[in-house]
């Protein structure tokens, strides 16, 4: 009994499932691009990668099917896998669409490399008259970047030619992407009513392929400024990081320089007076006194015991002068007489000429 060779089944239903997959994934970046929906809202994001699942897995499938070769024309697809070569942008575009802060400079870096793999296709089949972008040190392979007419240099900010030729060519992918889309939208009529012969669905996915290369162009050159603003910003984070690791150093003891010694013995040290004792030599040394409040009444010291004496003096005057001393009274009046013969200031003839 011969054996069952199920090859063919293979064959007949890769395709089917490839096409599906394809419409499916296409289907889902339509409806993620065009709704309202918060884009970070989770159900918009589940969305968002069940797609990117869908379309990777039919990557995998065109790989192994071996579909497209550099060796072979434009003519030479078939006109049902032209679709195909919209792959890399789909997913391109629905990793733009993931909104994980922590990620994003992954994510942008993933869908770069998808645009770029878009792009070098459509090069490689001339789908389109266009140059292709420079390849970041980043994404760059050791032999992509000695390529011949794959790589060009980044044009200097400063170069007025370049900046010139960079805003002329974004007028122009303005202007064929318009063009593109008005007539993707009458080709498009005739393909969704099924009426559609081999060369309108080819003309439909030819105007695909050539709108999805100025799409990529521009997401490609916002990528670029994106990432510059992302590695710095990651350059900022380290660097704060590696501040806030370093132990905090002790604070600097106030100091006067060795030629200004001298002066500041003289005028002082140009900010208020150093602590000529510690808490703890204070407190001795008020304890010794009796000054403490927890040691009673404190001693008098000597500056308490110089007014006191005074005040005491005084008092005794005014007692003599009460109990009519006739000592104090002859030198109240004598004193009286002399202040009415001499006016104020008499005898104080210091520095008058």
């Known amino acids: 009994m011969a054996e069952y060779d199920n090859t063919n089944d293979v064959s007949v239903a890769e395709p089917s499932k490839l096409s599906d997959l394809l419409e499916r994934g296409w289907k889902i970046f339509e409806e993620v691009d065009g709704t309202n929906e918060p884009l970070a809202s989770t159900s918009i994001q589940v969305r968002v990668k069940r797609g990117i699942s869908m379309l990777e897995e039919a990557s995998s499938m065109v790989a192994l099917l071996d579909l497209f070769s550099r060796n072979e024309e434009l003519e030479e697809i078939a006109t049902a896998d032209l679709k195909y070569l919209l792959l890399p942008a789909l997913l391109g575009a629905l990793t733009m669409k993931q909104t994980s802060r922590d990620k994003r400079l992954e994510i942008v870096r993933a869908a770069r490399a998808y645009f770029m793999d878009f792009l070098k296709r459509c090069r490689e089949y001339n789908m389109s008259d266009f140059e292709l972008p420079h390849v970041t040190n980043e994404n760059a392979g050791p032999d992509e970047a000695s390529e011949n007419g794959l790589v060009t240099p980044k044009p200097c900010t400063s170069d007025l030619v ?24 009458d080709v498009r009529k005739a393909v969704d009513s099924g009426q559609a012969d081999d060369e309108v669905s080819r003309d439909f996915y030819h105007l695909n392929v050539r709108r999805w290369v100025n799409v990529c162009l521009e997401e490609i050159e916002s ?131």
């Open 162 to 185: 370049s900046m010139a030729k960079q805003r002329q060519a974004k007028i122009e992918r303005y202007r064929q992407r318009k063009e593109l889309e008005a007539r993707l939208s």
């Open 223 to 353: 990528i670029d400024q994106e990432m510059e603003i992302l590695t710095k910003m990651d350059g900022l984070k380290q660097g704060a990081a590696k501040q806030s690791a370093q132990p905090a150093r002790p604070p600097m003891k106030p100091f006067i320089l060795t030629k200004d010694a001298v002066q500041a013995r003289v005028f002082g040290a140009g900010y208020p007076s150093l602590a000529t004792m510690t808490v703890d030599e204070w407190y001795d040394q008020h304890r010794k006194q009796g000054a403490m409040p927890d040691q009673g009444i404190p001693r008098r010291v000597a500056g308490v015991e110089d007014t006191d004496a005074k005040e005491m003096e005084e008092e005794d005057k005014e007692k003599k002068a009460e109990n009519d001393d006739e000592e104090s009274l002859l030198k109240a009046r004598n004193w009286d007489d002399w202040k009415e013969t001499h006016r104020r200031g008499y005898g104080n003839r210091h520095n008058m000429g």
